[in-house]
């Protein structure tokens, strides 16, 4: 680091008298879940403080708060010494605070000019097309950005998207600004880029909150860092260069929490699913695999741990055939597996999505048609020419009483039914028959304790029966609690597999922040 | 905010009980009608005559419920080949097209003379489905290999159709005796017979059979099942295994097959021979009919004998009454908009709420132990 940034960074630590904003004790609750439970979060003027925390930590809780998205049930936010409980966006918008999402908030077939004129034309108080030319030109120019204004959106490059979002927050008036992982969509040098400038807003006398998953981020930029984890405040506002990397990523995965065992599988002999330097193409907002090789033994649960967005969804969807790889190979019982999802299906492979409505079911199909797709799907369909109601409905009586599956009768549609009633559902399903490879994505993601306790049990039911289990996980508690090995997938590419006893949270939640 | 004293709130409903459809869609084309007798009236039509010429004349008399039925045939036919495409959300805009190749397919074996005589009318059904299903299955290959949409290569081999029928009309098929461009005519084992001095066929039989069909496969074949599947989710019918493509593609064959049989009945039963004007004017109608239907067959069915009835409504008030052609499409078109707007009561439910709320008044609470008793 260079001696100027040095003093910079020494002149920046000064006393917190100019609070931007504080929120002390927000607690948020979604039904049963509780997303936040007592957070603390202090940031003055002039900072770049970094939020840290796993994936469903708080941190984009804590923030849609304060950005106005949804209230608080309790706890204190104020802005600027005011106290603030923004009823909707604009009134947070109006207060000076500007968020820039990861997926950016742009209308793709208008021009840059046009998306900024309705984003903040009335409260920039532009009168015409002409003044808010020149308001832009000004602020591009002052932040050293070579946009376009006649571009269409859905023209540009995601980095130069981005610096529309920020000219469209900064012109809007924000004083305030959240930027949920700017990096994490930008190439290298442009991430550098994006970081200074982050810096550079700070300097001009405004609060940036740097929401991130990367520690290289925290050490470059930011002033201050505050940890989340399980809805709660583990690092409240420390000075960024005064923790280590390794106190972050222990803060961030919970050191000092003992593993709780559930899982006693352990791999048999034989080789269910073998990938071998498997890749895959990137495309817009999607992770490339970069040559990923596993084995998973019949009878074990392998844990793939790992934040979101990792090339989580990449992976589960090359397994199961809906991703053609680039290079590569899939073997499932020794054999490379067939172009053909329906083939993998039959050879015994078995998923169970992250998304449960995207990949698992269909929302407007009863309960008992979705549980009677894959019979009727496959080479050998249970019945061909007379599918009746009644015979779903027999079948899926006996899933439904199995599995628990409440809310919701044979005749519901699957839509209807709550988070942990549909992963039920698509277990009920895809554990039907015989199989010999699942492939599972955050199978308790979303569920209440007993829900997420009951899908697990299934998992460690069905290795114990011989079936290789592959979890994809981003709760690194239901890898450590449920694995026999486990691998961490960073930025496309997964790290060799250890046993469970070899490896401990810090060691993973080193690998999980940095990469192999 | 807001000046009004109420405001309409829609909230999305999550189970539609199954009243509430029959109600709205009956709603919807009461309103429809409501509309067409409006704009009618607005024409010049007598108010008092408006009872006489969609009833009476439409299906009280014979001549007009001759018409009528004769027309539902084809109607029939056509949209339900929509139907079948729209439960895979494929977009059938080629019925016309289809329905030529059918007529196409037909004319051929009986120009050519293919087949003994007793064998020539199953020959000729056989060959207006393979038209048909070959027209129809073109577009879903483009679409499957290609990605090629739907919409437009329907819509376009529809002109491809018509033109080859126009060159075959004006070439090799041009009726020898008078030069006319129409195909010589049928000798009689070719014509659907028809029932006693009625203009009413057998295709009757093909379109009840093709509604019966098509009831079926919706409702208790595998394919029904998964075909809804395909059309909620691609995306996980791939990845449950379910064969996408070979859906989509043989969809589309026996929706295109259905088409051609349209163009065999109107070619055997209707003008027992090939004209210029077999396959006209189908392409609107059918989309209708389906949709009023809702894409369910026997819905299909039911749609398709009303609007052949507006057509023959159109007839007659454009004879009485000089009204343009154009007025049985309009009339149409005002039962498809609010049979669609009506779809808003389904997806939501309607309430009205006071945009200032009255100003809490404070309820006296008893105490808890007053409370506790009470319950």
């Given at each position: 680091?260079?001696?100027?940034?040095?003093?910079?960074?020494?002149?920046?630590?000064?006393?917190?008298?100019?609070?931007?904003?504080?929120?002390?004790?927000?607690?948020?609750?979604?039904?049963?879940?509780?997303?936040?439970?007592?957070?603390?979060?202090?940031?003055?003027?002039?900072?770049?403080?970094?939020?840290?925390?796993?994936n469903?930590?708080?941190?984009?809780?804590l923030?849609?708060?304060?950005?106005?998205?949804?209230?608080?049930?309790?706890?204190?936010?104020?802005?600027?010494?005011?106290?603030?409980?923004?009823?909707?966006?604009r009134?947070?918008?109006?207060?000076?605070?500007?968020?820039?999402?990861?997926?950016?908030?742009?209308?793709?077939?208008?021009?840059?000019?046009?998306?900024?004129?309705?984003?903040?034309?009335?409260?920039?108080?532009?009168?015409?097309?002409?003044?808010?030319?020149?308001?832009?030109?000004?602020?591009?120019?002052?932040?050293?950005?070579?946009?376009?204004?006649?571009?269409?959106?859905?023209?540009?490059?995601v980095?130069?998207?981005?610096?529309?979002?920020?000219?469209?927050?900064?012109?809007?008036?924000?004083?305030?600004?959240?930027?949920?992982e700017?990096?994490?969509?930008?190439?290298?040098?442009?991430?550098?880029?994006?970081l200074?400038?982050?810096?550079?807003?700070?300097?001009?006398?405004?609060?940036?909150?740097?929401?991130?998953?990367?520690?290289?981020?925290?050490?470059?930029?930011?002033?201050?860092?505050?940890?989340?984890?399980?809805?709660?405040?583990?690092i409240?506002?420390?000075?960024?260069?005064?923790?280590?990397?390794?106190?972050?990523?222990?803060?961030?995965?919970?050191?000092?929490?003992?593993?709780?065992?559930?899982?006693?599988?352990?791999?048999?002999?034989?080789?269910?699913?073998?990938?071998?330097?498997?890749?895959?193409?990137?495309?817009?907002?999607?992770?490339?695999?970069?040559?990923?090789?596993?084995?998973?033994?019949?009878?074990?649960?392998?844990?793939?741990?790992?934040?979101?967005?990792?090339?989580q969804?990449?992976?589960?969807?090359?397994?199961?055939?809906?991703?053609?790889?680039?290079?590569?190979?899939?073997?499932?019982?020794?054999?490379?597996?067939?172009?053909?999802?329906?083939?993998?299906?039959?050879?015994?492979?078995?998923?169970?999505?992250?998304?449960?409505?995207?990949?698992?079911?269909?929302?407007?199909?009863?309960?008992?048609?979705?549980?009677?797709?894959?019979?009727?799907?496959g080479?050998?369909?249970?019945?061909?020419?007379?599918?009746?109601?009644?015979?779903?409905?027999?079948?899926?009586?006996?899933?439904?009483?199995?599995?628990?599956?409440?809310?919701?009768?044979?005749?519901?549609?699957?839509?209807?039914?709550?988070?942990?009633?549909?992963?039920?559902?698509?277990?009920?399903?895809?554990?039907?028959g015989?199989?010999?490879?699942?492939?599972?994505?955050?199978?308790?993601?979303?569920?209440?304790?007993?829900?997420?306790?009951?899908v697990?049990?299934?998992?460690?039911?069905?290795?114990?029966?011989?079936?290789?289990?592959?979890?994809?996980?981003?709760?690194?508690?239901?890898?450590?609690?449920?694995?026999?090995?486990?691998?961490?997938?960073?930025?496309g590419?997964?790290?060799?597999?250890?046993?469970?006893?070899?490896?401990?949270?810090?060691?993973?939640?080193?690998?999980?922040?940095?990469?192999? | 905010?807001?000046?009004?004293?109420?405001?309409?709130?829609?909230?999305?409903?999550?189970?539609?009980?199954?009243?509430?459809?029959?109600?709205?869609?009956?709603?919807g084309?009461?309103?429809?009608?409501?509309?067409?007798?409006?704009?009618?009236?607005?024409?010049?039509?007598?108010?008092?005559?408006?009872?006489?010429?969609?009833?009476?004349?439409?299906?009280?008399?014979?001549?007009g419920?001759?018409?009528?039925?004769?027309?539902?045939?084809?109607?029939?036919?056509?949209?339900?080949?929509?139907?079948?495409?729209?439960?895979?959300?494929?977009?059938?805009?080629?019925?016309?097209?289809?329905?030529?190749?059918?007529?196409?397919?037909?004319?051929?074996?009986?120009?050519?003379?293919i087949?003994?005589?007793?064998?020539?009318?199953?020959?000729?059904?056989?060959?207006?489905?393979?038209?048909?299903?070959?027209?129809?299955?073109?577009?879903?290959?483009?679409?499957?290999?290609?990605?090629?949409?739907?919409?437009?290569?329907?819509?376009?081999?529809?002109?491809?159709?018509?033109?080859f029928?126009?060159?075959?009309?004006?070439?090799?098929?041009?009726?020898?005796?008078?030069?006319?461009?129409?195909?010589?005519?049928?000798?009689?084992?070719?014509?659907?017979p028809?029932?006693?001095?009625?203009?009413?066929?057998?295709?009757?039989?093909?379109?009840?059979?093709?509604?019966?069909?098509?009831?079926?496969?919706?409702?208790?074949?595998?394919?029904?099942?998964?075909?809804?599947?395909?059309?909620?989710?691609?995306?996980?019918?791939?990845?449950?295994g379910?064969?996408?493509?070979?859906?989509?593609?043989?969809?589309?064959?026996?929706?295109?097959a259905?088409?051609?049989?349209?163009?065999?009945?109107?070619?055997?039963?209707?003008?027992?021979?090939?004209?210029?004007?077999?396959?006209?004017?189908?392409?609107?109608?059918?989309i209708?009919?389906?949709?009023?239907?809702?894409?369910?067959?026997?819905?299909?069915?039911?749609a398709?004998?009303?609007?052949?009835?507006?057509?023959?409504?159109?007839?007659?008030?454009?004879?009485?009454?000089?009204?343009?052609d154009?007025?049985?499409?309009?009339?149409?078109?005002?039962?498809?908009?609010?049979?669609?707007?009506?779809?808003?009561?389904?997806?939501?439910?309607?309430?009205?709420?006071?945009?200032?709320?009255?100003?809490?008044?404070?309820?006296?609470?008893?105490?808890?132990?007053?409370?506790?008793?009470?319950?």
């Amino acid at each position: 680091m260079s001696a100027a940034a040095e003093a910079r960074r020494a002149e920046t630590a000064r006393p917190a008298s100019t609070i931007a904003v504080r929120m002390a004790g927000v607690r948020k609750a979604f039904g049963e879940r509780i997303a936040l439970d007592g957070a603390d979060l202090t940031v003055v003027w002039g900072e770049v403080h970094a939020l840290l925390g796993e994936n469903g930590a708080g941190k984009s809780s804590l923030m849609n708060i304060l950005a106005g998205f949804y209230g608080a049930d309790d706890g204190v936010v104020e802005v600027a010494g005011q106290p603030a409980a923004f009823a909707e966006p604009r009134a947070a918008s109006a207060a000076g605070i500007g968020m820039i999402h990861q997926h950016f908030k742009l209308v793709g077939p208008l021009t840059v000019l046009e998306n900024l004129r309705l984003a903040c034309g009335p409260r920039a108080g532009w009168r015409s097309r002409d003044a808010a030319l020149v308001a832009m030109a000004g602020m591009a120019k002052d932040l050293g950005f070579t946009i376009k204004p006649d571009a269409r959106v859905d023209q540009l490059s995601v980095s130069e998207q981005q610096k529309v979002e920020i000219l469209k927050v900064l012109l809007g008036g924000a004083r305030i600004l959240i930027m949920d992982e700017p990096t994490a969509v930008l190439a290298e040098s442009e991430a550098a880029a994006m970081l200074q400038l982050a810096r550079r807003l700070a300097d001009d006398g405004r609060a940036v909150i740097l929401i991130t998953h990367k520690l290289r981020d925290v050490s470059a930029t930011a002033d201050r860092v505050t940890v989340m984890r399980a809805g709660r405040t583990v690092i409240a506002g420390a000075p960024a260069r005064d923790v280590t990397s390794a106190e972050l990523a222990r803060a961030m995965v919970g050191g000092e929490t003992d593993i709780l065992r559930r899982g006693t599988a352990g791999p048999g002999e034989t080789v269910a699913l073998e990938l071998r330097a498997l890749s895959t193409a990137g495309a817009e907002h999607d992770v490339p695999l970069r040559e990923i090789s596993l084995t998973l033994h019949s009878g074990e649960i392998l844990g793939i741990a790992g934040l979101g967005g990792n090339g989580q969804s990449e992976l589960l969807e090359a397994i199961i055939g809906l991703r053609t790889p680039t290079h590569g190979d899939i073997l499932l019982h020794g054999e490379p597996a067939s172009a053909f999802p329906a083939a993998r299906r039959e050879h015994g492979l078995r998923f169970v999505p992250a998304d449960r409505f995207r990949l698992g079911l269909f929302g407007s199909l009863t309960l008992a048609e979705n549980l009677a797709v894959p019979a009727l799907s496959g080479r050998q369909p249970e019945r061909r020419y007379w599918v009746t109601r009644a015979w779903m409905r027999g079948r899926a009586r006996r899933s439904i009483s199995d599995y628990e599956i409440a809310g919701g009768t044979a005749d519901t549609q699957a839509r209807l039914l709550s988070g942990g009633n549909a992963q039920k559902l698509i277990l009920a399903r895809e554990f039907e028959g015989a199989f010999s490879v699942l492939v599972v994505h955050s199978p308790a993601r979303g569920l209440d304790v007993r829900a997420a306790a009951a899908v697990q049990n299934r998992l460690l039911a069905a290795a114990a029966r011989g079936v290789g289990v592959l979890m994809i996980s981003e709760d690194l508690d239901e890898v450590l609690a449920l694995s026999s090995r486990v691998a961490v997938l960073s930025h496309g590419r997964l790290s060799a597999a250890v046993a469970i006893e070899q490896t401990d949270r810090a060691e993973l939640g080193r690998l999980i922040l940095e990469g192999a | 905010m807001s000046v009004l004293p109420y405001r309409l709130v829609l909230s999305p409903r999550l189970a539609v009980p199954r009243w509430l459809r029959a109600a709205t869609l009956v709603g919807g084309i009461a309103f429809g009608l409501i509309c067409c007798a409006i704009f009618l009236i607005a024409f010049g039509v007598p108010a008092g005559d408006l009872a006489n010429q969609f009833i009476l004349y439409v299906f009280g008399n014979s001549a007009g419920l001759d018409q009528t039925l004769t027309r539902a045939i084809s109607l029939t036919l056509v949209a339900l080949s929509v139907a079948l495409c729209l439960r895979i959300r494929f977009w059938n805009i080629g019925v016309e097209g289809q329905l030529w190749m059918g007529a196409i397919g037909a004319t051929a074996v009986s120009f050519y003379h293919i087949g003994p005589w007793f064998l020539r009318m199953p020959l000729m059904i056989g060959a207006a489905a393979i038209g048909g299903a070959v027209w129809c299955g073109i577009a879903a290959v483009a679409k499957i290999r290609l990605r090629a949409d739907e919409v437009i290569t329907t819509l376009l081999l529809n002109y491809v159709a018509y033109l080859f029928a126009q060159d075959l009309l004006y070439g090799r098929w041009r009726n020898p005796t008078d030069q006319f461009p129409v195909s010589p005519t049928f000798p009689r084992y070719e014509q659907l017979p028809t029932f006693g001095g009625w203009h009413l066929h057998y295709g009757v039989f093909i379109a009840l059979a093709a509604t019966a069909f098509c009831w079926w496969l919706c409702r208790y074949s595998r394919f029904g099942l998964l075909s809804q599947a395909v059309a909620e989710n691609r995306t996980a019918s791939r990845a449950l295994g379910i064969p996408v493509a070979r859906i989509t593609l043989t969809t589309a064959c026996l929706a295109g097959a259905v088409s051609g049989l349209a163009g065999f009945s109107i070619v055997s039963g209707e003008e027992h021979k090939l004209t210029q004007f077999v396959g006209n004017d189908y392409i609107f109608p059918s989309i209708a009919i389906a949709y009023l239907g809702r894409a369910n067959p026997v819905g299909v069915f039911i749609a398709a004998i009303a609007v052949a009835g507006l057509y023959t409504a159109g007839d007659s008030l454009k004879a009485f009454y000089q009204l343009p052609d154009t007025v049985v499409v309009t009339m149409e078109a005002f039962l498809l908009m609010t049979v669609a707007a009506f779809d808003v009561f389904i997806r939501y439910r309607i309430g009205l709420l006071r945009s200032q709320p009255k100003a809490i008044r404070a309820k006296a609470v008893p105490p808890a132990e007053a409370r506790g008793t009470g319950a």
